[in-house]
Structures are given as structure tokens and as C-alpha cells.
Nanobody
Framework: VQLQASGGGLVQAGDSLRLPCAAS????????MGWFRQAPGKEREFVAA???????YSTESVKGRFTISRDDAKSTVYLQMNSLKPEDTAIYYC????????????????WGQGTQVTVSS
């Protein structure tokens, strides 16, 4: 499975961005899809995940602001980010796993290349 994330950029605090991640080379509907982020000098951390049957999970710091969704017909997972804050600045990575566990980096078999999101204050 190959993953291609895009949609990052430089925005101001309070703005919105939508990150798509397009998958190819596998049956997309078989995979739980996740988004992680990594800020400079920090470990990669879980942001959100969506299962093959559309169960959605997210970390506490983004609840109410970020929404993950998937479009199996387009083999794409999205991360809609609203009310962005400077602390959301990071490289955002999408990932895929055929298993049901989703919170840890090691739960995922496939990773995209990352897209930079920078939020200015």
C-alpha cells in the first residue's frame, strides 16, 4: 500500500485546513487509517483514526476541532482541521493498518511521506 498525504501549508491561528491522503496498491476498505503528527524535537504522536466500519477515534487535544473521515470509493482518508492553534504545528503523516489497534506508531504497517502544517500566532 502506498500513501500520499497532501494539503499542508502555512496558516494563521483559527484557520482551517483539510489534509487528504490517497492510497493505492491495496484494498483500501480493508485498512484502518490513521493520522499522526511529529513536531520538531518530539516523538510522533497519534492524532486520529477511522476503522473500516467508520468507527472514529481521536486524541483529546484535537477533539471538537479535528475530524477524520474516509471515502472508500476514492481510497482517500481526510483530516479536517478547524480552529488551528500554533501547537498544532507539525509534520502530519497518514498511515494504514490491517489490524484493529490504532494508537501506536508500531500498530501501522504503511506510512505516507508527511505534509507540513505550520500555524502562526
Amino acid at each position: 500500500v502506498q500513501l500520499q498525504a497532501s494539503g499542508g501549508g502555512l496558516v494563521q491561528a483559527g484557520d482551517s485546513l483539510r489534509l487528504p491522503c490517497a492510497a493505492s496498491g491495496g484494498r483500501f476498505s480493508d485498512y484502518l487509517m490513521g493520522w499522526f503528527r511529529q513536531a520538531p524535537g518530539k516523538e510522533r504522536e497519534f492524532v486520529a483514526a477511522v476503522s473500516w466500519n467508520d468507527n472514529r477515534y481521536s486524541t483529546e487535544s484535537v477533539k471538537g476541532r479535528f475530524t477524520i473521515s474516509r471515502d472508500d470509493a476514492k481510497s482517500t482518508v481526510y483530516l479536517q482541521m478547524n480552529s488551528l492553534k500554533p501547537e498544532d504545528t507539525a509534520i502530519y503523516y497518514c498511515a494504514a493498518t490491517p489490524r484493529k489497534y490504532y494508537r501506536k506508531v508500531l500498530d501501522y504497517d504503511y506510512w505516507g511521506q508527511g505534509t507540513q502544517v505550520t500555524v502562526s500566532s
